[in-house]
């Protein structure tokens, strides 16, 4: 069974910055692509970024050049650094692995005040 706990979340002014975490368990860690979705009130999930198991990233284009996703294999861990925030970028932010799967963790929120 999949396990996905993310952590990291919270209050932060616009322009700050914040690293969010998901730790997996029960799966092959450094075999698989991890992903972070967010979900806005009132708005659709979206897609953030992911990075495959050889280290290859793909952004949204919302958050190209200002978030950075990376991933430690030994602690079965994946980070989304988040620098220069902006109140759109409040959302419940979700972890979801093996990418493109059904898994997700429950969610962090990230509040990011004007």
């Known amino acids: 069974q999949v396990q996905l706990v993310e952590s990291g979340g919270g209050l ?6 914040l690293t969010l975490s998901c730790v997996a368990s029960g799966m092959i ?3 698989n692509g991890m992903g972070w979705y ?5 708005k ?3 897609f953030v970024a992911v990075i495959g198991p050889t280290d290859n ?3 949204a284009d919302s958050v ?3 978030f950075t996703i990376s991933r430690d294999n030994a ?4 980070y989304l650094q988040m620098n220069s925030l902006t109140p759109e970028d409040t959302a419940v ?11 997700q963790g429950k969610g962090i929120l990230v509040t990011v005040s004007s």
């Open 57 to 59: 990233t793909r952004y």
């Open 93 to 103: 932010y979700y972890c979801n692995a093996p990418y493109g799967s059904s898994y």
């Open 38 to 42: 967010r979900q806005a009130p009132g």
């Open 64 to 66: 190209k050049g200002r």
């Open 12 to 17: 932060v002014q616009s322009g700050g910055s």
């Open 44 to 46: 659709e999930r979206e």
């Open 75 to 78: 602690k079965n861990t994946v």
């Open 29 to 31: 860690f450094r075999f």
